[in-house]
């Protein structure tokens, strides 16, 4: 496809089960970011992956939380034990360039996650 | 505090108005300086980009930072109802923008 795609679009989930959303970011970007955006609030940091270097865990908010992806595709966040405050629209994101500053990143639309 | 500070709005202005987004940060080592747009249900899109102090200008946007005073803007001449949508600042240490650190967003309605 033309864009990053991700799905589902929305999630309505109980507390406590697992979720797992899904990217497919732009064929050939080698940089690939999830952010979370709660009501109200400016994106937040998740985790990136570039090539087959470690993943940048740094901004997984607890260890319920968990990213993969296969080589430079497809790329799974999966939330373990849900609780209220992880309902937020969370956000792929894809880049070819080395300088993401000056070119950004092209994001999906989104999953939105509603924990009930 | 946060980080990033930026007025959630909604501001509301005619189309033709001029329109003036800001933020205020705390950390002085951001470098790198954004304005990302992101319309209603879609993912946000890079609008503009500065690095350290100065203007920059593309069409009806002018992008301003003001690193001695913390300060960034965002200025939109002759606003268009298609204007309408949220307004990201974000900030970056490196060039490599691995880690953006975002306002909240401002939201903004351009009346016709």
């Known amino acids: 496809g033309a864009g990053v795609s991700q799905s589902p679009s929305n999630k309505v989930t109980e507390k406590g089960k697992d979720v797992e959303l899904r990217c497919d970011p732009i064929s050939g970007h080698t940089a690939l970011y999830w952010y979370r955006q709660r009501l109200g609030q400016g994106l937040e940091f998740l985790i990136y992956?570039?090539?087959?270097?470690?993943?940048?865990k740094s901004g997984l908010p607890s260890d319920r939380f968990s990213a993969e992806r296969t080589g430079e595709s497809v790329s799974t966040l999966t939330i373990q034990r849900t609780q209220q405050e992880d309902s937020a629209v969370y956000l792929c994101?894809?880049?070819?360039?080395?300088?993401?500053?000056?070119?950004?990143?092209?994001f999906g639309s989104g999953t939105r996650l509603t924990v009930v | 505090q946060k980080e990033v500070e930026q007025d959630p709005g909604p501001l509301s202005v005619p189309e033709g108005a001029i329109v003036s987004l800001n933020c205020t940060y705390s950390?002085?080592?951001?470098?790198?300086f954004m304005w990302y747009r992101q319309y209603s249900r879609k993912g946000p899109e890079l609008l503009m980009y500065t690095y350290s102090s100065g203007n920059k200008e593309d069409g009806r946007f002018t992008a301003q930072v003001d690193k001695s005073s913390k300060y960034i803007s965002l200025f939109i001449r002759d606003s268009q109802p298609s204007d309408s949508a949220t307004y990201l600042c974000a900030m970056s240490f490196s060039w490599r923008g691995n880690k953006l650190v975002f306002g909240a967003g401002t939201i903004l309605r351009v009346k016709s």
């Open positions: 950390n002085s080592a951001f470098q790198y």
């Open positions: 994101a894809s880049s070819l360039y080395r300088d993401r500053a000056r070119y950004g990143y092209t």
């Open positions: 992956f570039q090539g087959n270097s470690a993943p940048d």
